[in-house]
């Protein structure tokens, strides 16, 4: 399985971008979006099922940012609207082959494969 990030860039504060996270090969269940600031730890801040079910947000991205997935392309989005400075950061998606996690769905260990991220500047 191999994941391929694409559509970062430098967006100005309050504008748009979406995030796509295209994934290979087969068997991933949970898939879930992280980013790391310079000078911070990763974070999770999304996740999804495969299928699309189970959404879950961060309280820092929650109504700004939606994930979605599609199934039959394999495919993971984040929508990222009205953008803040403190949203730069690379990001990240990764997947595991193991069911979405209710009670830590956004456990860093929980996902197995990783992309090799997509930067994000806002300024």
């Known amino acids: 399985v191999q994941l391929v990030e694409s559509g970062g860039g430098s967006v100005q504060a309050g504008e748009s971008l979406r995030l796509t996270c295209e994934v290979s090969g087969a068997g991933n269940s949970c898939m879930g979006w992280f980013r790391q600031a310079p000078g911070k730890t990763r974070e999770g801040i999304a996740r999804i099922s495969r299928t699309g079910r189970g959404p879950y947000y961060v309280n820092s991205v929650r109504g700004r940012f939606t994930v979605s997935s599609d199934s039959d392309k394999n495919t993971l989005y984040l929508e990222m609207n009205n953008v803040k400075l403190e949203d730069t950061a690379m990001y990240y998606c990764?997947?595991?082959?193991?069911?979405?996690?209710?009670?830590?769905?956004?456990?860093?260990?929980?996902?197995?494969?990783w992309g090799q991220g997509t930067q994000v500047t806002v300024s």
């Open positions: 990764a997947v595991t082959s193991a069911y979405c996690y209710v009670r830590a769905p956004l456990l860093t260990s929980h996902y197995t494969i």
